[in-house]
């Protein structure tokens, strides 16, 4: 299954993407330019646009 990872610059954990790899199918791994472990509540637009993105692309 198609798997999107966000990781904001303020997250509690900034785990490698190799990690994630490993377990899931990443066709979309975005590195945020701010925000944090609330990324909903702090930073609405990119995480919306991001979701957007890596949705449009699995149509």
Request: cysteine-free; aromatic content about 12%.
């Amino acid at each position: 299954m198609p798997t999107a990872l966000a990781l904001f610059p303020a997250d509690l954990t900034q785990p490698p993407r190799s990690w994630a790899d490993r377990t899931y199918n990443i066709t979309r791994y975005t590195r945020m330019p701010r925000g944090g472990h609330f990324a909903a509540h702090e930073e609405p637009e990119l995480l919306a646009h991001d979701l957007t993105e890596f949705f449009r692309a699995h149509r």
